[in-house]
C-alpha cells in the first residue's frame, strides 16, 4: 500500500517536470506542398474556349413565399431557382476565320534581323562587280587629273599667245 502511495506522489511530482509531455501527442513535421506551375498547352483561355465550345446557358428566376402543391401543410420562403437553358456544347460554327498552318514558312518577317548567306555563285558575281567597281573609280580618278593637267595647260598656251600676239607700244 505504501508503495502504491509512493508511485502515486511519485507520477504527480513528476508531471509538472516533464510539462505534461506524456499526455501530448505529437505533432507530425508541416508537410512542404510545391504548387504545381502551369504547363503550357494545357487550358486555353477564355477567349478561344468560346471559339471551340459554347458554355451552358443558365437562368436564375425569383420565387416568392408559396405553400407546397403536394403537401399544403408546408410552405417554402422566398428563394432563387436556377435553371440551366441550354447544355454546354461544341462550336461547330465560329464566327472567327479559321487559321489552318499548312506547312513550313517560306519568308522571313524581317530579312533585317537575319542574315542569309549567299549561294557560292552570287557572292562570285558580286565580288567580281566590286573589282569592276573599283577599276572603274581608278579609271575616273586618272581622267579627272589628266583633264586638271589638259586644263592647266590650255590656259598656259593662251596665255602664251595672248603675250606673243600683243603689239608693244612705242
Known sequence: MKTHALICIFAVACIPLTG????????P???????????????????????????????????????DPRDPNLMHEAHIVYRKENPAAWN??????????????????DPA????????????KMAAQNRLMAALIEQNETLTAELSRLKSEITKLRESQTTTTKPEKQ
Do not use: W
Open 20 to 27: 505534461c509531455s506524456l499526455f501530448k501527442k505529437k505533432q
Open 29 to 67: 513535421p508541416p508537410v512542404q506542398t510545391i504548387a504545381a506551375s502551369p504547363v503550357s498547352g494545357t487550358e486555353l483561355d477564355p477567349a478561344n474556349t468560346e471559339k471551340l465550345r459554347h458554355g451552358e446557358t443558365m437562368r436564375a428566376y425569383p420565387v416568392s413565399r408559396y405553400v
Open 92 to 109: 461547330l460554327t465560329p464566327h472567327a476565320p479559321t487559321v489552318v498552318p499548312l506547312g513550313p514558312v517560306l519568308a522571313l518577317a
Open 113 to 124: 534581323e537575319k542574315t542569309q548567306l549567299l549561294p557560292a555563285e552570287v557572292e562570285q
